[in-house]
């Protein structure tokens, strides 16, 4: 049995699988967000040490069989500071955070964030790991002194759990990893004024740490003392090795939180404007460019939340409206840190267009299920996939929506294993790094295949059209609001 352990951003997940890729257990624990001021999110790092605490233990005694090995993963960007244990100095920091937007608006301005772009393949936003230390060097200096380390989530839990201190080259990208020879740009730093933080950043293990249950971590979990553990690749891209993305030019989409759009490459290209992320892997000569939309599930969420319904209703409300949502539009950019890509725009605002008092709740709802799936394929626009497109998350549960990003991508969809494809993605990364035998293609092989509608595709491409426009009218307001 392998164990994959997946940090999500409110559900902490572990999964047990035995060596075939069948998935024996899952337990998850959700965890909370704190907001101490309008556009801050914090985590507490303790607590999301007792939820892996509390899966881990759950899952091993379901699946009834200690694993072989533990293989972790968890959510990327913000910041997270930890002291020379890994015990946290303060909150964690989340990647919605937007405390940072006035930093990068001067990082937009004077070209710190085109200049990255172009070394890293990686442009910034509010809730970037570059914004946030500039923030805390201005506004909390004292937090980043009692620091020792300035990492990601898996990385404080893999320290907690063994004892050593390091990141993968996934989580190193965002934004100070050069992807060409795999090690910190300190160009980069240098244009963040981040050059005397630099020792926070941690070791760079290539490509995976790989550590061992400590006496502590074995308390703390239930599990032997110097049992493997491996750290990363981090969710976005674990998901997309746990969907079978291992071809360059296969395309990934995540349907979480957030809206992640991904495609396997074999080159760089750091050109046009500033947008997304590149992912080292853990193959060198491969990345993967992630545009990582920050509207997802939380957009329905919250529009299913303001008419009253809930998500076992989703493909009933989808069904009683129809394509195109009765003239009913949206602009999917509800977070408040704005949105990152396809376009970084701290400003970004959502919204909805064409509503009379003959709109029903149906059409707001469909209104904005449309709208991520333009989203996507305005990510996927930009990202280029050429292959297959395979697909994960949450969203998929709603066959109607699963049905809607078909039909809006114009092209088929492949379905990944559910659930989990984060930690399945963690232990296929930690087996080859352990040197176990997987075979890939069958721990990844699809649950289906969802064919587009012709009829609605050709629907959808002038839709999307329209889509394209009023996102190019509301970035010319938001920068004049700016």
């Known amino acids: 049995m392998y164990l994959g352990i997946d940090i999500g951003t409110t559900v902490t997940k572990a999964a047990v699988f035995d060596t075939t890729g069948t998935l024996r257990a899952v337990q998850r624990q959700q965890t909370g967000m704190s907001n101490p001021a309008e556009g801050w999110f ?20 379901e699946a009834g069989q200690q694993p072989e090995f533990i293989g972790l993963t968890g959510q990327g960007d913000g910041v997270w500071l930890g002291d020379d244990e890994g015990r946290p100095v303060r909150p964690a920091i989340s990647w919605m955070d937007a405390r940072a937007a006035g930093i990068l608006r001067r990082w937009q301005d004077n070209d710190v964030v085109a200049k990255t772009y172009r070394h890293t393949g990686s442009a910034m936003f509010p809730g970037a790991p570059a914004p946030i230390l500039a923030w805390l060097a201005e506004h909390e200096p004292e937090s980043l002194d009692r620091a020792a380390t300035a990492g990601y989530c898996k990385d404080l839990v893999m320290q907690r759990l063994t004892g050593l201190r390091a990141t993968d080259v996934s989580d190193a990208s965002m934004p100070f990893l050069d992807p060409h020879v795999r090690d910190y740009d300190h160009d980069v730093l240098a244009w963040c004024g981040l050059v005397t933080r630099g020792d926070l950043l941690a070791p760079i293990a290539d490509p995976l740490p790989i550590g061992a ?38 395309g990934h989409l995540i349907v979480g939180t957030t809206l992640a759009c991904q495609v396997l490459l074999d080159a760089l290209d750091t050109t046009g404007e500033p947008a997304g992320l590149t992912f080292a892997t853990g193959t060198e000569g491969q990345w993967l460019r992630a545009m ?12 299913l939340d303001v008419v009253g319904e809930t998500h076992d209703v989703l493909d009933g409300l989808l069904a009683a409206s129809q394509p195109s949502a009765h003239g009913v539009t949206c602009l999917p950019f509800f977070s408040p840190a704005g949105e990152r890509a396809p376009f970084v725009e701290p400003g970004a605002r959502a919204g909805f267009d064409q509503i009379t008092v003959q709109s029903t709740k149906a059409d707001l709802v469909r209104a904005t299920c449309e709208a991520v799936a333009y989203a996507a394929r305005h990510c996927f626009d930009v990202a280029g996939p050429t292959g297959e497109i395979a697909m994960c998350g949450g969203g998929t549960q709603s066959a109607g929506w699963l049905q809607i990003f078909a039909d809006v991508l114009g092209r088929p ?21 352990l040197g176990h035998d997987v075979d890939v293609a069958a721990w990844t092989a699809p649950e289906g295949v969802i064919e587009p509608d012709p009829a609605n595709a050709a629907r959808y491409t002038e839709g999307y059209a329209d889509y394209r426009a009023r996102v190019a009218a509301a970035r010319d307001r938001w920068k004049e609001q700016s």
């Open 42 to 61: 914090e985590q507490d790092p303790d607590e999301i040490l007792r939820s892996v605490a509390a899966v881990v233990r759950a899952a091993v005694a």
């Open 213 to 250: 249950l400590t006496d502590a971590g074995s308390d703390l979990l239930g599990l032997p003392e110097g049992l493997p553990v491996t750290a990363g690749p981090f969710d976005v891209p674990a998901c997309a090795l746990g969907s079978g993305v291992t071809t360059p030019g296969e």
């Open 292 to 303: 990582l939309a920050m509207m997802g599930c939380a957009a329905v969420d919250w529009v």
């Open 413 to 433: 969809i492949r379905l990944a294993p559910q659930p989990e494809s984060g930690a399945r993605g963690a232990v296929i990364a930690g087996a080859r790094a």
